[in-house]
């Protein structure tokens, strides 16, 4: 695999940035795994309603996945030194992923008695593969990247990414309608899957033909895990940690149930919950550039303090109505807020340790988190068991058609409380731009358009 970094054809001009190559494939692999998440991944807990999955492995589809996954990334970092090069690491995890969508497909419905834990195991397999190649890509890519213009880079492949999966999202619930009312729903999931598998390899065959990668320089004082732990991280840095593991705590309280608040109590067709889907991510395609922007110009500290405390209201407003336009409009701001905060907390580990070693950085980071991911859905699947569908606050006696939205209330309640008890524990390890918190806030996106707006109605008055 190292020696098709050398390659130089007549596409690449000896006149092109060396580094170009390396940030087109980090833009066009984000749009070739748009295609697997939008139509792939965020369809696996349909499937699994489909082979009759109860919300306990619901909950497990959610969390062990993840956990196992990340936990690859500790074993991509200790096995590094196996590969010849870090483009080669990538490969061979994208590879894995691609061929992962057949057991996925063909498990549950060769054995379809044991469908969905079968299906957990395919899926663990999967996001194994996945995070394999995270520290390694994170490492190639960020090197490839002036500190100061992450953010707008990373807000660019995030952009490509919500809007590809906002087109795959649309087709994959229209192609499931189509099948759904021909009673052969199973065999839209075969093409979509199928569909996502061919896209993860076209990433891997782009990744092939990238030229001009730098090559990765160790540490000169080659540590493990426990060293890093122990010396190579700030305070800062380990409080950040704490916050980030449990925002992904308190989120998954509820996390894995809106499939089945949306499937099955209120009974929306796969296109109105592909609706639902594609709504939160218009809202991040909308406003990305200006979180990127904003992280940039004034830190991801900044950017993490505002989000992280909306982000707490979102999950609240389903206890109030059941109406689809609603539920859209929700999840739209959802994506909105979600987009800022996925940036910050993606790109704060970039700057809070050194660059030799963020690897170790991003493999540690997305531990916690999956640590926190696995205890929410596990506290969820007791919750969704223990709390009743009805409720008496005072006079207030509110009837959801089930239990669901007490747990989403109590989901935003959570964050709302590390939000607030954590945020003032860290700060931005970057020089960036002060400002009042209330200048900040008129530096949103959505808000800083409207100021725009309103200052030129004042101007033109005048």
Same mark, same amino acid.
């Given at each position: 695999?190292s020696h098709?970094?050398?390659?130089?054809?007549g596409?690449?001009?000896?006149?092109?940035?060396?580094?170009?190559?390396?940030r087109?494939? +980090?833009i066009r692999?984000?749009l070739f795994?748009?295609?697997?998440q939008?139509?792939?991944?965020?369809?696996l807990?349909?499937?699994a309603l489909? /082979?009759h999955?109860?919300?306990?492995q619901l909950?497990?589809l959610?969390?062990?996945p993840?956990?196992l996954g990340?936990?690859a990334q500790?074993i991509s970092?200790k096995?590094?030194?196996?590969f *010849?090069?870090?483009a080669?690491?990538?490969? %061979?995890?994208?590879?894995?992923?691609?061929?992962s969508?057949?057991?996925i497909?063909?498990l549950?419905l060769?054995?379809p008695?044991?469908?969905?834990w079968?299906?957990l195991?395919?899926?663990?397999?999967y996001?194994t593969? =996945?995070?394999?190649?995270s520290?390694? !890509?994170?490492?190639l890519?960020?090197d490839l990247?002036? *500190?100061?213009e992450?953010?707008m880079?990373f807000?660019?492949?995030?952009?490509?990414?919500?809007?590809t999966?906002?087109?795959?999202?649309?087709l =994959?619930?229209a192609?499931l309608?189509?099948f759904?009312?021909?009673?052969l729903l !199973?065999?839209?999931? #075969?093409?979509?899957f199928?569909?996502? +598998?061919?896209?993860r390899?076209?990433?891997?065959?782009l990744?092939?033909?990238?030229?001009?990668l730098p090559?990765h320089e160790?540490s000169g004082n080659?540590t493990?895990?426990?060293?890093?732990?122990?010396?190579g991280m700030?305070?800062?840095?380990r409080h950040?940690? /704490?916050?980030s593991g449990?925002?992904?705590?308190a989120v998954l309280?509820s996390?894995?149930?809106?499939?089945?608040?949306?499937?099955?109590?209120?009974?929306?067709?796969? !296109?109105?919950? +592909?609706a !639902?889907?594609?709504?939160?991510?218009i809202?991040?395609?909308?406003t990305l *550039?200006? %979180?990127?922007?904003?992280?940039?110009?004034?830190?991801?500290?900044?950017?993490?303090?505002?989000?992280?405390? /909306?982000v707490?209201f979102?999950?609240m407003?389903?206890l109030f109505?059941?109406a689809w336009?609603?539920?859209v409009?929700?999840?739209?701001? +959802?994506?909105?807020?979600?987009?800022? /905060?996925?940036?910050g907390l993606?790109?704060?580990?970039?700057?809070?340790?050194?660059?030799?070693?963020?690897?170790k950085a991003?493999? #540690?980071?997305s531990i916690?988190n999956?640590?926190? %991911?696995?205890?929410?859905?596990?506290?969820?699947?007791v919750l969704?068991i =223990?709390i *009743?569908a009805?409720?008496?606050v005072g006079?207030?006696?509110?009837?959801?058609?089930?239990?669901?939205?007490?747990i989403?209330?109590?989901s935003?309640?959570?964050r709302l409380i590390?939000?607030a008890t954590?945020?003032?524990?860290?700060h &931005?390890?970057r020089?960036?731009e002060?400002h009042?918190h209330?200048?900040?806030l008129? &530096?949103l996106?959505l808000?800083?358009?409207?100021?725009?707006?309103?200052r030129?109605a004042?101007?033109?008055?005048?």
């Amino acid at each position: 695999m190292s020696h098709s970094t050398k390659q130089i054809s007549g596409n690449h001009p000896a006149s092109i940035d060396p580094h170009e190559s390396g940030r087109r494939f +980090g833009i066009r692999d984000g749009l070739f795994q748009a295609v697997a998440q939008g139509g792939g991944e965020q369809y696996l807990s349909a499937f699994a309603l489909l /082979l009759h999955a109860t919300p306990f492995q619901l909950s497990i589809l959610s969390a062990i996945p993840q956990l196992l996954g990340t936990w690859a990334q500790l074993i991509s970092v200790k096995v590094s030194h196996w590969f *010849p090069s870090r483009a080669s690491q990538v490969f %061979w995890g994208i590879i894995g992923q691609s061929v992962s969508w057949i057991p996925i497909l063909a498990l549950p419905l060769l054995w379809p008695d044991q469908a969905p834990w079968l299906l957990l195991t395919a899926v663990a397999v999967y996001f194994t593969c =996945a995070h394999f190649t995270s520290p390694a !890509w994170n490492s190639l890519i960020t090197d490839l990247i002036e *500190p100061n213009e992450r953010g707008m880079y990373f807000a660019r492949r995030s952009r490509t990414i919500a809007m590809t999966s906002f087109l795959a999202l649309c087709l =994959a619930g229209a192609l499931l309608s189509f099948f759904e009312q021909r009673r052969l729903l !199973w065999v839209g999931f #075969v093409v979509m899957f199928l569909i996502a +598998g061919l896209c993860r390899s076209a990433s891997a065959l782009l990744l092939l033909k990238v030229r001009g990668l730098p090559p990765h320089e160790p540490s000169g004082n080659p540590t493990g895990f426990l060293v890093f732990l122990r010396t190579g991280m700030s305070e800062n840095f380990r409080h950040f940690l /704490l916050f980030s593991g449990l925002m992904h705590s308190a989120v998954l309280v509820s996390g894995p149930f809106f499939v089945i608040y949306l499937l099955q109590d209120l009974h929306l067709a796969h !296109w109105q919950y +592909g609706a !639902w889907l594609a709504a939160g991510i218009i809202g991040q395609f909308l406003t990305l *550039p200006a %979180w990127g922007q904003f992280g940039d110009r004034f830190g991801n500290k900044a950017l993490l303090s505002f989000t992280g405390l /909306l982000v707490a209201f979102l999950p609240m407003l389903y206890l109030f109505d059941t109406a689809w336009p609603f539920l859209v409009t929700v999840n739209f701001f +959802g994506g909105v807020v979600w987009a800022g /905060l996925g940036l910050g907390l993606n790109n704060y580990v970039f700057d809070a340790v050194q660059p030799t070693d963020r690897a170790k950085a991003v493999a #540690v980071s997305s531990i916690v988190n999956a640590i926190g %991911w696995a205890v929410g859905t596990m506290i969820g699947s007791v919750l969704i068991i =223990a709390i *009743p569908a009805r409720l008496q606050v005072g006079a207030l006696t509110p009837q959801p058609v089930s239990n669901l939205p007490f747990i989403f209330f109590l989901s935003g309640l959570l964050r709302l409380i590390v939000s607030a008890t954590l945020l003032r524990t860290f700060h &931005e390890p970057r020089q960036v731009e002060q400002h009042t918190h209330y200048r900040l806030l008129w &530096e949103l996106p959505l808000l800083k358009p409207l100021r725009q707006l309103s200052r030129r109605a004042i101007d033109i008055n005048q």
